[in-house]
DNA sequence: ATCGATTTGCACAGCGCTGTGCAACGGCGT
DNA sequence: ACGCCGTTGCACAGCGCTGTGCAAATCGAT
């Protein structure tokens, strides 16, 4: 058990990524959900994951860092190379779609004052970028809104997340649904629906 | 103790309202907040708390009635004999507007699946209200969405939040963010920003 | 079959929260 | 001054969760 700290068997680490993808999902349903819930949702006794993870926040954290870091990626190779800001948010909220499960998680965990206020710190580089995007957008009058960039880019983010949580309830399916997630950002941001809608359609080749 | 249910003491009375309404403030900061927390910032002990409410459910389930009502009299008020899809939901959300906080809370709770299923149940017919009215603008022609009505009314309540967060971090002055939010909400919508911004100026009077 | 790594089962102490009982204390009107 | 009603302080049992210790069982590979 010393070892499943540093060394490295095929078994534990199975079971430790089993662990976070469960927990993943779990957290998803329920921000509290406990330790125990996760467990047994991996079809693994509570002690043994406390031999992967010291503690609850340990786990919670390492999701966040990967959470992080996929949005992080994802939201860069959306926007690299490309000079109409329009664009660079639908190539970058179609990116983000891709790890939607982890970006929900996020969101949700940040919004939770309890679970951790070191999130924030780690979601605002990203964000920052966001921001920097929605604002040069303003400025260059292709977007067109009564928000400053940094309210704005609170409705871009929870525009995300409703749609997510549409689909959620299969109201959508999730094909259509990351063009729409994409449209329905760019209108809210001002962007005239037909642009948009064009726009977004040419991305997918 | 025992009329505190039934018989009405002006001191009593005063207690519980504002009981009541720093539950409502604290509620908002942390959706898990103990009875104690409430108690405290009531200036009130724990005790005193369960003289006036059962358990802790009765006092969150008080203030989602408060709330709902409070909600659904906004939300009629606003659209009330109004034609222009548009326009209804402009003065619907204005309305809102003014109840922001105790719409808040009422969206925070819904999404914990741990405090109540009840809410989303008494919430049902204002939140069905609201699809009716985008799909009758989409039907008209007036909106303009990739999205089905039910989406858009999570865009619609969702950007509402985001609005109101940015607010809370002093993004924006409350009184310009009404106004904001609605025009942000129209344009989400699929509503032109300069037709979005007009017809909200005009509400103003 | 055996060894080492890993998982399991159980027991435990600790914490914070809920809800209740009860006696004492407070103000306020008469 | 008295009585009423609300409030307080304290104590208590119960619950669920966390994190840890330890011995037994299990799996995988040699």
Chains 1, 2 share one sequence.
Request: glycine share 6%.
């Amino acid at each position: 058990m010393a070892s499943m700290t540093t060394g490295n068997t095929s078994r534990a680490d199975a079971n430790r990524r089993r662990i976070l993808d469960v927990a993943l999902a779990e957290l998803l349903r329920d921000p509290d959900a406990s330790m125990d819930q996760i467990a047994r949702a991996a079809g693994v006794v509570r002690r043994t994951v406390y031999g992967h993870f010291p503690n609850r926040e340990a786990l919670i954290s390492t999701l966040v860092d990967e959470a992080v870091a996929a949005l992080s990626a994802a939201h860069t190779a959306g926007r690299e190379g490309v000079r109409d800001p329009a664009e660079a948010v639908a190539r970058s909220v179609l990116a983000v779609w891709e790890i939607a499960d982890r970006y929900r998680l996020l969101v949700a965990l940040a919004q939770r004052t309890v679970t951790m206020q070191g999130i924030r710190e780690r979601l605002a580089p990203v964000r920052e970028e966001s921001v920097r995007l929605l604002r040069r957008g303003l400025d260059e009058g292709v977007f067109s809104s009564p928000l400053p960039a940094p309210a704005l880019a609170y409705v871009h983010e929870q525009t995300l997340i409703a749609v997510l949580e549409a689909v959620n309830d299969g109201l959508l399916t999730a094909r259509e649904a990351g063009r729409c997630a994409a449209v329905t950002v760019l209108t809210a941001a001002g962007v005239p629906a037909s642009m948009a809608t064009e726009l977004v359609a040419k991305l997918n080749d």
